[in-house]
């Protein structure tokens, strides 16, 4: 692994249902960052990780919830998938909070 | 009003051509200020940090005013590899460092 990664690239899936985001990253980076992109909005800071052990919540964290187990993963949950949920996610990373980030290549969810 | 504000676009501009983008700020604790390059269908990099005194990389210079709280990036001599969005983002220190994006701008550059 090179840099950040993310799985899985793209995903449909039916309103209702649970869905985990995979993120992981190999430069021993401390925050950790998911963001939503939608057209018109922006990139939308949903919940982030300024070290192992610790999250917050970001702009637009209802629905979504995150862990931080080790320095290196940082999945995002979506506990029941909603419509409006539809977006591209991106995983970011950063030495440490505010300094440059790095981002994955994103996943493209559609909730049906 | 958005804490970050950036002119959606498109800039539609020839190669060879000299194009520059504004960003707004409108908090005062600012701390950090980047410009990050965004391609279609493809996650955003960084393109190039911007210091106090304005600095300049290769074609690409970027700027900043505190005073009227505002960034710039000037691109020299487009070429048709710089089509993509723009993205302004700042850094505030009531905000626990975390960064926030403007919307993008985006440029087109055609032949």
């Known amino acids: 692994i090179a840099g950040i990664t993310q799985a899985p690239t793209s995903q449909i899936l039916a309103a209702g249902r649970r869905m985990t985001l995979r993120c992981t990253q190999d430069?021993?980076?401390?925050?950790m960052y998911w963001y939503r992109q939608d057209l018109g909005l922006g990139l939308r800071l949903i919940h982030y990780s300024n070290t192992a052990g610790t999250t917050g919540k970001g702009e637009v964290p209802d629905g979504y919830s995150v862990s931080r187990a080790n320095t290196d993963d940082f999945p995002l949950t979506l506990a029941s998938a909603v419509p409006s949920q539809t977006s591209v996610y991106f995983c970011?990373?950063?030495?440490?909070?505010?300094?440059?980030?790095?981002f994955g290549p994103g996943t493209r969810l559609t909730v049906l | 009003r958005k804490e970050v504000e950036q002119d959606p676009g498109p800039f539609n501009v020839p190669e060879g051509a000299t194009v520059a983008f504004n960003c707004t700020y409108s908090?005062?604790?600012?701390?950090?200020f980047f410009w990050y390059r965004q391609d279609c269908r493809k996650e955003p990099k960084l393109l190039m940090s911007?210091?106090?005194s304005g600095n300049e990389d290769g074609r690409f210079t970027a700027q900043l005013n505190r005073a009227s709280q505002y960034i710039s990036l000037l691109i020299r001599d487009s070429k048709l590899s710089d089509s993509a969005t723009y993205l302004c983002?700042?850094?505030?220190?009531?905000?626990?460092?975390?960064?926030?994006f403007g919307g993008g701008t985006r440029l087109m550059v055609k032949p």
């Open positions: 970011a990373s950063s030495a440490v909070a505010g300094n440059t980030q790095y």
């Open positions: 983002v700042v850094t505030f220190n009531n905000a626990g460092n975390m960064l926030t």
């Open positions: 911007v210091y106090s």
């Open positions: 908090n005062s604790a600012s701390q950090s």
């Open positions: 430069m021993r980076h401390n925050a």
